[in-house]
């Protein structure tokens, strides 16, 4: 099935093709190599032609997992409306950016995409106060031109031909009409909520509208249907849950993807046996809150119940979750994965600082000490459970005494990954405000001090699977010969060797030879 297709290697930004965990992009956010290398190993669809008549769609993708999986919905709903896809704005009638703006950073990215569809005559613009884009304004304005960067961006928009940019996801939703002041070539501006409408918007826009918004964060639209295109033949990604009420005094996912809204368990059980029925052998549930899942159902299914039903489902052979909340992870959900091996032997369970006062300012909802007991139910389960997390330094009065304790919890809980970033300000947060900001090169200091001491104890710790043999779904080939790659149930990826034509989207046996801080290098010997 799809030999031909090579792993993306860089998750970072993604135009067709796949990244699969969160993970890269956060790290790479941090301004560091990422220690899980456990984000990837997508294969790319095949693309559409891009015909000459019908209109065309380019989308590329910045961010998380969520966002990832909004774009096949995306995708599913423009291609289920005649769209065809197309690699490369160049081709496109419809240039789409779905955004992140979970830090700065990240947000700073799409308004330098922008800059480079800026027309050469607009005059309308204001400053897209990037740095990457101001640098291209002095260069614009100097005579220096941008053309000298990105000749076919600039080609593609002065070239003309009605083409429709917009802009969707976080940035769109946080930033709203403002988008159209920054950037007014912008004419279709569009949050997570409503990608449902995006071919009436586009159409309004086709038939005369200079500018249109979809801009609601309350509505349940967001749940796949049987459009969703996905972009990986194996694993296929179901959200259960949207938005997030927890109110984390530094996030503005509360404020981009709006309040909780569960889907109905029959719903998401019905969708399970489809994909089955359909060849997907993998489904990993998505949530902000994953664990938060309140079915809104009569039978109120609660998410370890869930996870135990979808586990059973025949065909479905492995079942993640991402991303747990500390606060709802209990002993139920350890059970379901004692009592299910079909559902997958990794909990992703962010704690963002060892510091109990930090983590009060943070408004996480428990102390180190609660965090803790979380971890001592998984470590006494009766098969290991791979645990990972997400780590903030620098936060608003982080004391070098909190960061230690931070750096202790590494030591204690012994993460198999951890994904780390330095705090950044974002607008509406409560934390904006907050005094005692730590400087930039402070934070860069305590990250790559966490990083280190992370590096080492993953190094260790896979050091010990050596020689150990884990089941691999296979989902990568190298282009070396007789190379692959895939992911363990514990989400490790590993590398092996092995002189079989065809392994991808297959489950083979892989007898770990050695080991690296970020992944595994193993030697196939058998079919699982
Ligand atoms: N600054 C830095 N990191 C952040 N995260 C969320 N908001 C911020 C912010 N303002 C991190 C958290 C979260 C992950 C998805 O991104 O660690 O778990
Ligand atoms: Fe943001 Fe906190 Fe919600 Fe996670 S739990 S999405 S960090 S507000």
């Known amino acids: 099935m799809a030999s031909d297709w090579l792993p993306q290697r860089c998750g970072k930004v993604r135009g067709m093709g796949k990244s699969f965990d969160i993970g890269l992009e956060r790290l790479t956010g941090a301004g560091v190599p990422p220690l899980g290398e456990t984000q990837e190993g997508g294969l790319k669809p095949p693309l559409q032609d891009a015909g000459a008549t019908g209109s065309t769609f380019y989308l590329e993708t910045f961010g998380c997992q969520m966002n990832d999986h909004d774009s096949e919905k995306v995708a599913g709903v423009l291609l289920a409306r005649g769209y065809r896809q197309v690699d490369g704005p160049e081709a496109a009638k419809v240039i789409l950016y779905n955004t992140c703006s979970i830090r700065e950073k990240a947000a700073q990215k799409v308004f330098s995409r922008l800059g480079e569809l800026r027309p050469a005559d607009d005059q309308e613009g204001?400053?897209?106060?990037?740095?990457?884009?101001?640098?291209?304004?002095?260069?614009?304005?100097?005579?220096?031109?941008?053309?000298?960067?990105?000749?076919?961006?600039?080609?593609i928009v002065n070239a003309g031909g009605g083409k429709i940019i917009g802009v969707l996801g976080c940035v769109a939703q946080q930033e709203g009409e403002e988008i159209f002041e920054r950037a007014p070539w912008v004419s279709l501006v569009c949050g997570s909520a409503s990608y449902r409408k995006l071919p009436q918007l586009i159409a309004e826009l086709e038939a005369g509208n200079r500018r249109v918004t979809g801009l609601d964060t309350d509505t349940d639209e967001t749940?796949?249907?049987?459009?969703?295109?996905?972009?990986n033949p194996w694993r296929a990604y179901l959200t259960i849950i949207e938005g997030c009420d927890k109110a984390c005094s530094y996030c503005v996912v509360p404020f981009t993807r709006g309040p909780e809204r569960s889907r109905a368990s029959a719903s998401i059980?019905?969708?399970?046996?489809?994909?089955?029925?359909?060849?997907?052998?993998?489904?990993?549930?998505?949530?902000?809150?994953?664990?938060?899942?309140?079915d809104p159902s009569a039978g109120k299914m609660r998410f370890s119940e869930l996870l135990a039903t979808v586990a059973e489902v025949r065909g479905i052979r492995r079942v993640r979750f991402t991303t747990s909340h500390p606060r709802d992870f209990g002993k139920d959900i350890v059970e379901a994965i004692e009592a299910h091996p079909t559902i997958c032997d990794h909990v992703h369970l962010p704690v963002q600082s060892g510091s109990t006062a930090v983590l009060r300012a943070m408004a996480r909802t428990y102390s180190r000490e609660e965090y803790l007991e979380k971890i001592a139910l998984m470590k006494a389960a009766r098969r290991p459970i791979s645990i990972t997390t997400d780590m903030i330094v620098g936060f608003p009065g982080e004391t070098e005494k909190d960061f230690e304790e931070t750096l202790s919890l590494l030591d204690e809980v012994q993460y198999d990954s951890?994904?780390?970033?330095?705090?950044?300000?974002?607008?509406?947060?409560?934390?904006?405000?907050m005094p005692d900001a730590i400087p930039e090169e402070e934070k860069g200091r305590r990250l790559a001090i966490l990083m280190d001491r992370q590096r080492e104890i993953q190094r260790v710790r896979n050091e010990k699977l050596v020689g150990e043999t884990f089941e691999v779904l296979v989902d990568g080939k190298s282009r070396r010969e007789n190379q692959w790659s895939g992911h363990t149930s514990s989400n490790r990826v590993m590398n092996f060797?092995?002189?079989?034509?065809?392994?991808?989207?297959?489950?083979?046996?892989v007898k770990a030879v050695s080991a690296m801080p970020n992944s595994l290098v193993g030697e196939m010997v058998g079919r699982a």
Do not use: C, W
Request: proline share 5%; no cysteine.
């Open 497 to 509: 060797a092995s002189p079989e034509r065809e392994l991808l989207g297959d489950y083979v046996q």
């Open 223 to 231: 749940f796949e249907t049987e459009i969703t295109r996905r972009d």
């Open 269 to 294: 059980l019905e969708e399970v046996r489809r994909l089955a029925e359909a060849g997907y052998s993998e489904v990993q549930l998505l949530g902000q809150t994953v664990n938060s899942y309140a």
């Open 418 to 433: 951890v994904f780390a970033f330095k705090y950044s300000p974002r607008p509406n947060t409560p934390s904006l405000k």
């Open 126 to 155: 204001k400053s897209l106060n990037t740095e990457d884009t101001e640098k291209e304004h002095r260069v614009h304005r100097d005579g220096r031109v941008m053309e000298k960067n990105h000749p076919s961006l600039r080609k």
